[in-house]
């Protein structure tokens, strides 16, 4: 066995402890937790740290999963199994809704679509800029805050740090992380998220969350509309994406916050 191998191992606790937790976790506490000299907690850190894979929070005293860690999460949540049990849930849905559906994830702090789906007759034809492979600001896209509405406080803070100059395309949306921490408190209350112009002007999404099986966002399903000439109401574009999020949230055997697709 290689000299390095039990700092690999020791390393990996100190992610899987903290993905484990909801909030920032002292190194004094992961020390305790792992048995763990406290020290070598100390340098494990500076070096997950170095790498973002953890961020250092002082003001908390504590330490969270940096944007490294979401990055992998993201990629692996990116591979063909995914696509292969969302596809036939988007297109249950683009048939009986008639309007164009995606399957996002979250890629660092942004929305990666990965499927989209379209209704074989439109009602009213609808050009998108979302095709699959194309990534955009999450803070703009409702499925990209559909997830962000369901990460740790801290972990949205490093995906946004102090110093993040957030994009607009069409002069709204969320300018600042405090700005964004409001929305997506409404939209998590609500359990949907919702985008109106933002990306597109004259373009209208809604999107729900779906979760792993320890409850943390996995993807998220959209739907979009013209706003000023579709004939679907909102109320039953909510209603579409998240049974289809809950459908897909079943399929991964994944676990919904409590009574979220109440």
Not at 124 to 152: C, E, K, N, Y
């Amino acid at each position: 066995m290689s000299s390095a191998s039990p700092a690999v191992g020791r390393a990996l606790n100190v992610l899987m402890a903290l993905a484990a937790r909801t909030g920032p976790v002292s190194a004094a506490t992961l020390a305790r937790e792992l048995n763990i000299p406290r020290s070598t907690v100390y340098h494990l850190l500076e070096v997950l740290v170095d790498h973002h894979f953890v961020v250092h929070l002082p003001e908390q005293r504590g330490y969270g999963l940096g944007v490294a860690a979401f990055e992998v999460g993201s990629a692996y949540m990116r591979h063909e199994p995914l696509e292969l049990l969302a596809r036939p849930i988007l297109r249950r849905m683009v048939d009986a809704i008639g309007e164009t559906a995606h399957l996002g994830v979250l890629h660092g702090a942004e929305t990666l679509y990965l499927i989209k789906e379209q209704p074989a007759v439109a009602r009213v034809p609808v050009t998108l800029v979302t095709d699959v492979g194309v990534r955009l600001p999450a803070q703009l896209t409702a499925s990209g805050r559909s997830i962000l509405a369901h990460l740790p406080a801290p972990q949205v803070r490093a995906l946004f740090p102090g110093n993040t100059a957030f994009v607009v395309r069409t002069g709204r949306g969320p300018s600042s992380l405090p700005q964004l921490r409001q929305l997506l408190a409404a939209e998590r209350s609500q359990g949907w998220a919702e985008e109106d112009g933002l990306i597109t002007e004259g373009l209208h999404s809604v999107a729900a969350c779906a979760f792993d099986h320890s409850s943390r966002p996995a993807a998220a399903i959209s739907v979009t509309r013209r706003a000023d000439r579709s004939p679907v109401a909102v109320s039953d574009m909510v209603r579409a994406v998240r049974h289809a999020a809950q459908q897909l949230t079943w399929a991964m055997s994944g676990v919904a916050p409590p009574g979220f697709f109440d």
